[in-house]
C-alpha cells in the first residue's frame, strides 16, 4: 500500500498536467488563429494603400498627349481606294460604308499605299462628297487657295482650292510623322481649333461637328515634340507601375482569400480542440490499456 499511494499520486499529477498542458495548447491554437487572421488583415491594409498610392502616381504622370491628338483625329484620316480607273481618298470612319455599294454588295477596291509625307492635297470640291474636314478653305488657312498651277513656290503635289488630307496610320507610324515639321505645319492647319470636324449637317445644310483644340501654334509645336521626346520614358514608367499595381492587385486576392470568418475561424478551433481532446485522451488511455493488458497476459 506505501508503494502504491506514491505511484497513484505520480500518475494523477502526470494527469493534471496533461490536462493543463492541452489547455496550454488550445490556448496557443486560438492565438496562433487570430493573429494568423490579424496579419492578413494588415496585410490587406496595407496593399489597399500601396495599390491607391500607386494609382496616384499613374494619374500623376504626364498624358500621352500623341495618343490623344491620334484618338481625336485619326478617324478623320483618309484611306486611298482605286475602283475601277478611278481613285478615292476615303475619311477613315466612312470607309465600310464606302466599301459596300448600294445593293449591300462589297466593291472590288484595291487600298493603296500611303504617301511618303504622310498628307496629300485633293481639291474640295471632290472631297466634299465624303466629308470629314472643313471644306472651304480661306485665304488665311489656305494662302494657296484660288492660285493656278503656274503659280511660284507652290508645295510640290499640290492642287489649287485644295485641303490636306492626311493618310490614315497607326499610332507609331504617326509618331513618325509628327517628327516632321512639314506634317506638323500641316497638321496644325487642317485641326487647330477653328476648324471644325464635321460629323454630320443639321436641318438648315450648316456642318454639326467637333473641334480639335490644339491650342496656339507654338504651344501645339512645343506639346508634339516634348510628348515625342519623353514619350519612351513616360511609357516605360508607365509599364513598370502597372506591373507592379498587377503583382500587388494579385497578392491582395490572394490576402483577401485568406482571411478566414469568424465562423471559420471558430470551426477550425474547435476541431482542433477535438482532435487534442481525442488525442490526449480515448487515443492515449486506449493505448496504455492496451500495453497494460499485453503486460499482464504475459
Known amino acids: 500500500m506505501t508503494t502504491a499511494k506514491p505511484l497513484l499520486k505520480k500518475r494523477i499529477a502526470k494527469e493534471i498536467l496533461i490536462f493543463f498542458g492541452g489547455l496550454v495548447v488550445v490556448g496557443l491554437t486560438w492565438s496562433f488563429l487570430l493573429l494568423r487572421n490579424n496579419y492578413y488583415k494588415s496585410k490587406k491594409s496595407n496593399l489597399e494603400t500601396e495599390i491607391q498610392s500607386l494609382a496616384k502616381q499613374l ?17 478623320y484620316f483618309v484611306v486611298h481606294y482605286q475602283v475601277g480607273e478611278n481613285t478615292y481618298a476615303i475619311p477613315k470612319k466612312q470607309e465600310q460604308e464606302f466599301l459596300i455599294d448600294p445593293l449591300g454588295i462589297k466593291k472590288k477596291a484595291t487600298l493603296l ?11 474640295t470640291d471632290i472631297f466634299k462628297k465624303y466629308g470629314g474636314y472643313e471644306l472651304n478653305p480661306t485665304k488665311e ?11 511660284p513656290n507652290l508645295p510640290k503635289g499640290f492642287i489649287p482650292d485644295s485641303t490636306a488630307v492626311f493618310d490614315f496610320v497607326d499610332l507609331n507610324k ?36 467637333a473641334v480639335a483644340d490644339l491650342g496656339s501654334h507654338s504651344d501645339f509645336d512645343a506639346n508634339t515634340q516634348y510628348a515625342l521626346k519623353n514619350y519612351a520614358d513616360i511609357a516605360a514608367t508607365k509599364e513598370d507601375i502597372l506591373k507592379t499595381v498587377e503583382q500587388k492587385k494579385s497578392s ?4 483577401v482569400s485568406n482571411i478566414w470568418s469568424y465562423k471559420k ?11 487534442l481532446s481525442l488525442l490526449l485522451y480515448p487515443l492515449r488511455l486506449s493505448l496504455i490499456l492496451i500495453k497494460w493488458a499485453i503486460k499482464t497476459v504475459k
Do not use: C, Q, W
Open 59 to 75: 494619374d500623376s504622370l504626364p498624358k500621352d498627349y500623341i495618343k490623344e491628338l491620334y484618338d481625336k483625329t485619326s478617324k
Open 141 to 151: 488657312s489656305n494662302p494657296f487657295a484660288g492660285m493656278s498651277l503656274d503659280e
Open 113 to 123: 499605299p500611303i504617301s511618303s509625307k504622310g498628307y496629300s492635297y485633293i481639291h
Open 265 to 275: 475561424t471558430n470551426s477550425v478551433f474547435l476541431t482542433s480542440v477535438l482532435f
Open 252 to 255: 491582395y486576392k490572394s490576402t
Open 174 to 209: 504617326f509618331k513618325e510623322f509628327l517628327s516632321s515639321v512639314d506634317y506638323r505645319d500641316k497638321f496644325y492647319e487642317i485641326f487647330k481649333m477653328e476648324k471644325i470636324i464635321v460629323n454630320g449637317y443639321n436641318e438648315d445644310g450648316l456642318p454639326v461637328g
